[in-house]
């Protein structure tokens, strides 16, 4: 059964940090890109990070730019999003996302536009004092 779920979520600091996870299954992690994305009350939701299949290339959204580290581990069918310099702003529930890309070279760039094959429930972060 194909599944994304997301988990490392909660209540932080400002400040503070977070390391959220996106454990898959059901598909080959290595032909897909993953992506993160939140979205907070009453917002639309943003992309935050994307990540090639191969963990090669990477991108931020200029609001992670800097504090927030995206990686793989595709052994582990795994995906991580190191969250650090937490603020009050980046309260939102967190999604992750896969993205088939099994077709392209492993050191094309990630891209958080366009469609997502999968979706998972997402799990909240809050910072707040």
């Known amino acids: 059964q194909l599944q994304v779920v997301e988990s490392g979520g909660g209540l932080v600091q400002p400040g503070g940090s977070l390391r959220l996870s996106c454990a898959t299954s059901?598909?080959?992690?290595?032909?897909?890109?993953i992506g993160w994305f939140r979205q907070a009350p009453g917002k639309e939701r943003e992309g935050v990070s994307c990540?090639?299949?191969?963990?090669?290339?990477?991108d931020y959204a200029d609001s992670a730019k800097g504090r927030f580290t995206i990686s793989r581990d595709n052994a582990k069918r795994t995906v991580y999003l190191q969250m650090n310099s937490l603020k009050p702003e980046d309260t939102a529930n967190y999604y992750c996302?896969?993205?088939?890309?099994?077709?392209?070279?492993?050191?094309?760039?990630?891209?958080?536009?366009?469609?997502?094959?999968?979706w998972g429930q997402g799990t909240q972060v809050t910072v707040s004092s």
């Open positions: 996302a896969a993205r088939f890309s099994g077709f392209s070279g492993l050191f094309r760039q990630c891209s958080l536009s366009g469609e997502f094959d999968y």
């Open positions: 990540i090639n299949r191969s963990g090669g290339r990477a």
């Open positions: 059901g598909f080959n992690l290595a032909d897909y890109d």
